[in-house]
């Protein structure tokens, strides 16, 4: 289907957080985005683990993922918005 | 916890407060806020997600000279259509520099007068194209920013390891922070804040752009690319502006790093030096370009393909040679460069104007048939615009919506490209 190939294919050029499934060579890792495996280049970001995430760009991971953060500034969005419905009850 | 950066609800929540705030900053400037999006990802997700729409009124969304295709000048589009020309060789890019429109021809058209002109998604399978073809001549487009420079940089370096003798890079790789310097320098640019491209700082980190608020006194933050990211950023950054604090902020935390990927800065200066390059809209930047070293020179196509020029502008060093106006005189010239008639792309990259207002726009410029690159590629401008605000006339009617959360919601779910 077009549609589904374009959208993956997008996902590994912009950028969409991978998850690694496996390391089969230093350099290099199998990700997973949206069910679709795909071998990329770990020449930028050093060692990884299957488990971890990484954003990836044109076949290549430009970063690991610090899903902590991501979690922390959720939590602050969570506390805001209950607040407000606190207050407005 | 990925999907949660995509939930529909929290989006619909968030845009709320990101309203009421833009709200409460419109009424105190007694105009609507002007932002700039850097980056072209950003100006596909803030058109895709129906986010441009939501907020128009208090907030004007400007797009910036972030899509590494439309910034790519007409005399490099030239210069690749004339490699695409040379027996033997094949041109592998991007697919969107594909249908970008030189004066005469475009990639697209000499592949169906027989040329060679292979779509990759990496340089790494450019890479395996000439490892897999030893009689092609393959050259690779290396266009792109920071955060494709180094993976350009980790192909060359593969190449030298395999000692590949038909492989070659046409860098036209340019550096955000000096356009952004040019950008705020030429002192025509209104806008009160800057969203910054969380991927190119993903590898310089945040502080490489901290001149932004510390020179020109204007915000900064650096935003990711799902719908929380975004609109949790242009919070931050509504805040920022309200207090009158010019910081730049690293709002992509889980990603970015505030000195950024050292591996991948280091790998773009191994293999890259930077110097003056050319940008449409721009003229020539200084210090804006990377160029492949001369350790690497049999992999650097200009120096390969020497002579190989389009007709009109012959000689090797294309890139570096100073054509328009530099930045340094001021103004913008578009020098020799053959810009396409009544495209006013390069007015658009300065976040002069928006698609609309351009003459061509929707009637001899779409996606079917583009005038310009901020058409063709699916990080311009013009293309976005045309995708997702010209064919919404919902979007009014949803901005005037009390609440705004219904329409907000379902705008927020497809951001799902
Ligand atoms: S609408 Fe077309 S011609 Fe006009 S600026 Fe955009 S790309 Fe250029």
């Given at each position: 289907m077009q549609f589904k190939k374009r959208r993956t294919v997008a996902a590994m050029c912009l950028g969409i957080p991978?998850?690694?499934?496996?390391?089969?060579?230093?350099?290099?890792?199998?990700?997973?985005?949206?069910?679709?495996?795909?071998?990329?280049?770990?020449?930028?970001?050093?060692?990884?683990?299957?488990?971890?995430?990484?954003?990836?760009?044109?076949?290549?991971?430009?970063?690991?993922?610090?899903?902590?953060?991501?979690?922390?500034?959720?939590?602050?969005w969570k506390e805001l918005l209950d607040f407000e419905r606190a207050e407005e009850a | 916890m990925l999907k949660r950066l995509n939930d529909p609800q929290l989006g619909r929540e968030m845009i709320r407060k990101v309203r009421e705030r833009a709200a409460r900053l419109t009424e105190r400037l007694g105009r609507a806020v002007t932002l700039m999006e850097v980056c072209g990802t950003h100006t596909m997700a803030v058109s895709g997600t129906g986010l441009r729409g939501l907020l128009s009124g208090l907030v004007e969304l400007r797009s910036g000279p972030g899509c590494p295709v439309c910034v790519t000048p007409a005399r490099?589009?030239?210069?690749?259509?004339?490699?695409?020309?040379?027996?033997?060789?094949?041109?592998?890019?991007?697919?969107?520099?594909?249908?970008?429109?030189?004066?005469?021809?475009?990639?697209?058209?000499?592949?169906?007068?027989?040329?060679?002109?292979?779509?990759?998604?990496?340089?790494?399978?450019?890479?395996?194209?000439?490892?897999?073809?030893?009689?092609?001549?393959?050259?690779?487009?290396?266009?792109g920013f920071e955060t494709t420079a180094p993976l350009a940089a980790v192909s060359i370096k593969q190449a030298a390891e395999l000692g590949l003798t038909n492989f070659s890079i046409y860098s036209v790789h340019k550096l955000v922070p000096p356009v952004m310097g040019a950008l705020l320098g030429a002192g025509d640019l209104k806008v009160d804040g800057f969203i910054l491209?969380?991927?190119?700082?993903?590898?310089?980190?945040?502080?490489?752009?901290?001149?932004?608020?510390?020179?020109?006194?204007?915000?900064?933050?650096?935003?990711?690319?799902?719908?929380?990211?975004?609109l949790d950023a242009l919070y931050v950054l509504l805040d920022l502006i309200q207090a009158g604090d010019h910081r730049v902020v690293n709002g992509y935390r889980w990603v970015v790093r505030d000195?950024?990927?050292?591996?991948?800065?280091?790998?773009?200066?191994?293999c890259f030096y930077t110097g003056d390059a050319a940008w449409r809209g721009f003229g020539v930047v200084e210090g804006s370009g990377l160029f492949i070293r001369d350790q690497y020179a049999q992999y650097d196509a200009t120096q390969k393909f020497a002579g190989a020029g389009p007709a009109s502008v012959a000689g090797p060093g294309l890139a570096t040679e100073r054509v328009g106006k530099?930045?340094?005189?001021?103004?913008?010239?578009?020098?020799?460069?053959?810009?396409?008639?009544?495209?006013?792309c390069g007015e658009l990259l300065r976040g002069l104007i928006t698609p609309p207002d351009c003459a061509?726009?929707?009637?001899?410029?779409?996606?079917?048939?583009?005038?310009?690159?901020?058409?063709?590629?699916?990080?311009?401008?013009?293309?976005?615009?045309?995708?997702?605000?010209?064919n919404q006339p919902r979007l009014p009617g949803v901005v005037n919506a009390n609440s705004g959360a219904a329409g907000s919601g379902a705008g927020c779910r497809k951001v799902e490209l």
């Open positions: 991978a998850m690694v499934v496996e390391v089969p060579e230093k350099q290099w890792a199998v990700i997973e985005v949206e069910g679709v495996r795909r071998k990329v280049g770990l020449h930028l970001v050093g060692e990884v683990a299957p488990g971890d995430y990484l954003m990836v760009h044109a076949g290549f991971a430009v970063e690991k993922l610090e899903l902590a953060e991501a979690e922390a500034r959720l939590a602050i | 490099d589009i030239e210069q690749i259509i004339a490699f695409a020309r040379l027996s033997g060789v094949t041109v592998a890019t991007f697919g969107d520099m594909v249908r970008v429109p030189g004066a005469q021809s475009s990639l697209e058209r000499e592949r169906a007068g027989g040329a060679r002109v292979q779509i990759v998604y990496s340089p790494a399978d450019a890479l395996q194209l000439a490892r897999d073809n030893p009689r092609w001549e393959v050259i690779f487009i290396g266009v491209p969380g991927h190119v700082c993903a590898v310089t980190g945040s502080r490489a752009f901290a001149f932004i608020g510390e020179e020109y006194g204007i915000p900064a933050v650096v935003a990711g690319f799902t719908p929380v990211d975004i000195d950024g990927n050292l591996k991948a800065q280091r790998a773009i200066t191994d530099s930045t340094t005189t001021g103004g913008f010239g578009t020098g020799d460069f053959l810009e396409p008639r009544g495209c006013r061509l726009f929707g009637g001899k410029c779409t996606p079917a048939s583009p005038a310009g690159p901020c058409m063709v590629s699916s990080e311009g401008a013009c293309a976005a615009y045309y995708r997702y605000v010209t």
